[in-house]
């Protein structure tokens, strides 16, 4: 339901594009935006990894350093058929994990040493399944196709806004009925796109999450590990806070900026009890 659920997202963010697109600028102007924002966006989805792991201080661990956590995710990653991602261990005490790259081939791994302190065997399976099941379903490129539309969506609204301040785009059709109630529709699509898009990213990155969770409990065999374990971070990111980009904060497992989200429609993750009610309500394979 959640795989249907992200083509029907992304199918109406493509919508949204070519309904504001046409509006504004016509298909020149789709064609526009959409480049640019391809270009912008391409360089953080074959970058990803080497930008997020330096931004939190990340280090890459062998199996020498950190023989359980790199037998486990090897374990792990043949039950789930993908090539053995790259593991790092990021210093800090705030328990939290994601994973990036931009294929399985160029897969990372992250943990903080906040998480291999607290969880056991069990919970740290399930964490790691569900960072591997991200890898599996190219989450990490799906990302960048919504943030593409989105930053599209985004630019001609910058466009509209102009367009409303400045009397139109030059083109025939602006040119007729450019009265009040044309400018006035211009500047509530400048207003409204950004909203809408960014509400429909936010929901293709929950629909994601869900995803991951259940791929995370097939590959672990123990849901009851992976719900534990976000039980224990959800209440420890509230006590120990992590100081992340919220550039970033869609990436981890829990989300870093629990408490800080605005509503439920914004919000990169799910409730965090609604993903530990559906992972209980799962029969250990």
Do not use: C
């Amino acid at each position: 339901m959640n795989t249907v659920k992200t083509a029907l997202l992304l199918g109406a963010l493509t919508g949204l594009l070519m309904l504001i697109g046409g509006a504004i600028g016509g298909k020149n102007g789709v064609m526009i935006a959409f480049i640019v924002a391809m270009v912008m966006n391409f360089g953080s989805y074959w970058f990803s990894d080497k930008l997020v792991l330096s931004m939190y201080h990340a280090q890459e661990v062998s199996e020498n350093q950190a023989p359980e956590l790199y037998r486990m995710v090897r374990d792990l990653a043949m039950r789930a058929n993908l090539p053995m991602p790259r593991v790092y261990i990021i210093p800090g005490e705030t328990p939290n994990a994601f994973a990036t790259g931009r294929n399985e081939q160029h897969a990372v791994v992250a943990v903080t040493e906040g998480l291999l302190r607290i969880l056991n065997r069990d919970e740290l399976e399930g964490v790691l399944s569900h960072e591997l099941t991200h890898i599996k379903n190219k989450d990490m490129l799906i990302g960048s196709i919504a943030a593409t539309l989105a930053g599209a969506i985004v630019m001609l609204a910058n466009m509209a806004q102009w367009a409303a301040m400045f009397g139109g785009l030059g083109g025939r059709d602006s040119e007729e009925g450019q009265g009040g109630g044309g400018i006035i529709g211009m500047i509530l699509m400048a207003v409204l796109a950004p909203i809408a898009a960014t509400i429909i990213q936010m929901a293709i990155s929950r629909s994601r999450e869900y995803l991951a969770d259940d791929g995370g409990a097939k590959i672990s065999g123990k849901p009851y590990g992976l719900a534990g374990a976000l039980e224990k971070l959800s209440r420890a990111s509230e006590i120990v806070p992590m100081d992340a980009n919220p550039s970033t904060a869609h990436m981890f497992i829990v989300n870093p900026l629990t408490g800080r989200s605005l509503m439920n429609l914004f919000s990169t993750h799910p409730p965090i009890e609604e993903r530990i009610a559906r992972l209980r309500s799962m029969r250990p394979v």
